[in-house]
């Protein structure tokens, strides 16, 4: 590959892969900026996008005047030899590079339509049908170039995000302001960004605040308000406020690079039917080639027919030997969906995930930080041996090391009522169930009923279900074998599970939730928000082996915050995590990652995966009818070998592109305000 750079081309970073990006078949290790006369597909011819310039097509403009020049001339029976001329230098110009490319494939053992049409031209050239062999590979070559282009129209969410990254940053250093390339600014070092720019890289606000658009993104139209300390994400743009950012990633590394990057995987990545599809493919041209033989010889060997018609029809079907249409009815419909989705805030990680969750039949829910904020509140504290303040002041104490969204909450409330300070110390965490600690010399446990349980100590169990019952939760704080008093909190709903899990369960899907809660707070939680049913005081592994159980009822979809949840994430058909802007763990672990913490998304994926299936059946039927109507045509001698090639290649190819296009008219479900 020679070592120089190509701005115009840098969306394909020059990745080659044995694969066709625009039909899937095997191509060439060759770039088509370096290398025009190796860039075709092996299999199909396509150029892979990068002689779709206004050259090309001027060039294909005088060779369609000549044809249609030389064919004019002929009817007119004034062109001779002149009209012959004409069409077959036509022929030669449309079709010479299409020529090298079919033998050079046949050499490696691929018999593509390049060499199938060569084949046809040459042939029908043989037999005096100049007009024929012109316009077939006139209109083969036009078929190609319509296919890359409609083929790419799927790809425009890539382009678009690339094109979200913002060249240059303006970094401020010792009170001055200087403006540098973003791939030059470091971790650490300070951007400004004015009201109306693009924001450059993934950072903290140090300074300012403001209102962000994240709607090229998430798909969210509704701006976020940003302050101190607020992480804000490359690509999106800056209202109305003037701020100061400490850059947190590299450009390399940003959030936008690592999504720009998965949906491009994601496209290579190939579905169940796709694979089926292609397997197919591969016998499809042997077969039809085989058909081309016997049509030219069986009827003047064992018919007496003439021979001259028997070799046209025989190659009609040569012109149709390639199963273009057939190997993209499936990849330009994933295609198109997944661009889609990009651009509707929801990151799809291949083809095959919306192939499984359109099978779907059961939705799990992790209970926190997914179907509520994540963010708990004390509501009640209720003393028994200990005051209001002293029980605070101790759970404070007990949960000053710990990360737990209740520990945060019962510290952000210990804050605020201001109780005296304990000291804890020989800490000790209960998985799933609590913390114990000593201080000033007395063992103290502050956890769940399954703490109070292991410990033999006796607790309230009258007053904590009346707590349960409202959705709260409860956390015992005991001190050797006496409860000392209760902590009820609640974690607010996400404002888009309810309406979600009612769309989910209208088309028809089993929705579940998993939560480490007790029963009675599970039970409350799970019918403010509408599921089927729940499953109460699961750990960690207890949800991977509800997962498991689910599955009996069909393909299970698990929905988690992607930090906790993974092992069960993993266990489902199929992954998606909550809240992926932001969250690199998010964006890693799952299948499909929801940008934004929007539940209403997924009633919109469950449509985007069934109308693309149903766009892939309807691709496959129109292709494989299409085909076999050609070759009855074929077979009986009524139809041209340029009529063939529009009906069943060129007019087959756009039909199946403009039906995947159709895909991006899916859209999210607009959030009830109800």
């Not at 266990?571 to 802007?581: P, R």
């Not at 063939?644 to 895909?663: E, F, K, P, Y």
Request: charged share 20%.
């Amino acid at each position: 590959m020679p070592d120089h750079q190509h701005e115009a081309h840098d969306h394909y970073e020059h990745d080659h892969e044995d694969v066709c990006t625009i039909c899937t078949l095997d191509r060439d290790l060759a770039c088509a900026t370096c290398s025009l006369e190796n860039a075709s597909c092996s299999s199909c011819g396509h150029d892979h996008g990068h002689e779709n310039d206004k050259t090309s097509w001027n060039k294909t403009i005088i060779i369609g005047s000549a044809i249609a020049t030389g064919i004019t001339l002929d009817y007119l029976g004034i062109g001779g030899s002149l009209s012959t001329i004409i069409l077959v230098s036509a022929m030669i110009a449309s079709g010479y590079k299409m020529a090298i490319s079919g033998f050079k494939g046949l050499i490696k053992g691929n018999i593509g339509i390049d060499f199938l049409v060569t084949v046809a031209a040459i042939g029908a050239a043989l037999i005096g049908q100049y007009e024929e062999g012109a316009l077939v590979v006139f209109l083969k070559d036009i078929s190609m170039k319509l296919e890359v282009i409609a083929s790419e129209r799927a790809r425009y969410a890539i382009e678009a995000l690339m094109q979200l990254r913002p060249e240059v940053a303006t970094l401020r250093e010792n009170g001055e302001e200087r403006v540098v390339p973003v791939d030059r600014v470091l971790p650490g070092e300070v951007f400004i960004v004015r009201p109306g720019d693009r924001i450059p890289l993934d950072g903290k606000v140090i300074e300012g605040n403001t209102s962000v658009d994240q709607s090229t993104m998430t798909g969210e139209s509704i701006p976020v308000i940003k302050g101190l300390h607020d992480e804000v994400f490359a690509g999106t743009i800056n209202i109305d406020g003037f701020l100061a950012v400490e850059t947190l990633r590299a450009s390399s590394e940003s959030m936008l690079s690592n999504i720009l990057r998965m949906v491009r995987e994601a496209e290579g990545r190939r579905s169940p039917t796709e694979t089926l599809v292609n397997r197919f493919a591969r016998y499809y041209t042997p077969v039809i080639i085989v058909l081309a033989i016997l049509f030219a010889s069986v009827p003047p060997l064992v018919f007496n027919a003439p021979w001259i018609p028997s070799i046209y029809n025989s190659l009609v079907l040569l012109v149709i030997g390639c199963p273009c249409a057939l190997t993209i009815a499936t990849p330009v419909a994933m295609v198109s969906a997944i661009t889609s989705a990009s651009r509707n805030g929801v990151l799809i990680k291949g083809s095959t995930f919306i192939e499984e969750i359109s099978q779907a039949k059961v939705y799990a829910f992790d209970k926190t930080g997914t179907l509520t904020e994540g963010k708990p509140v004390v509501t009640d504290i209720v003393p028994y041996e200990s005051s209001k303040e002293e029980v605070l002041a101790l759970a404070a104490a007990l949960e000053k090391g710990s990360k737990h969204p209740i520990a945060d909450a019962i510290k952000k409330e210990a804050i605020q009522l201001n109780p005296p300070e304990y000291t804890a110390d020989e800490f000790y965490s209960v998985t799933g169930m609590g913390v114990e600690a000593s201080i000033q010399g007395e063992r103290y446990w502050l956890g769940n009923q399954r703490l109070s349980i292991e410990k033999g100590i006796e607790y309230p169990v009258d007053k904590i279900r009346e707590l349960e019952s409202e959705g709260k939760t409860v956390v015992i704080l005991s001190k050797t074998d006496k409860v000392q008093g209760l902590i009820a909190l609640i974690d607010q709903s996400s404002p888009t599970a309810v309406q979600a899990i009612k769309e989910l369960r209208n088309q028809g899907m089993k929705v579940e939730m998993l939560t480490g809660d007790n029963e009675t707070t599970a039970a409350a939680i799970a019918e403010q928000i509408g599921f089927n049913g729940y499953h109460a005081s699961l750990l960690p592994e207890d949800k991977l082996n509800t997962i498991e159980e689910l599955k009996k009822h069909g393909k299970v979809v698990m929905v988690g915050d992607g930090v906790n949840d993974a092992p069960a994430l993993t266990a489902a058909d199929v992954g998606v995590a909550m809240g992926g802007l932001g969250s690199d763990i998010a964006l890693e672990t799952a299948d499909i990652v929801l940008l934004e913490d929007d539940l209403t998304r997924l009633s919109y994926i469950q449509k985007l995966s069934k109308t693309t299936l149903n766009r892939i059946k309807e691709n496959i039927t129109i292709s494989v009818v299409m085909k076999l109507a050609i070759v009855v045509l074929a077979a009986r001698g009524t139809i041209s070998l340029w009529l063939s090639v529009i009906l069943g290649d060129v007019g087959l190819a756009l039909l199946v592109i403009l039906n995947s296009i159709r895909i991006t008219g899916v859209k999210p479900p607009v959030l009830s305000k109800e």
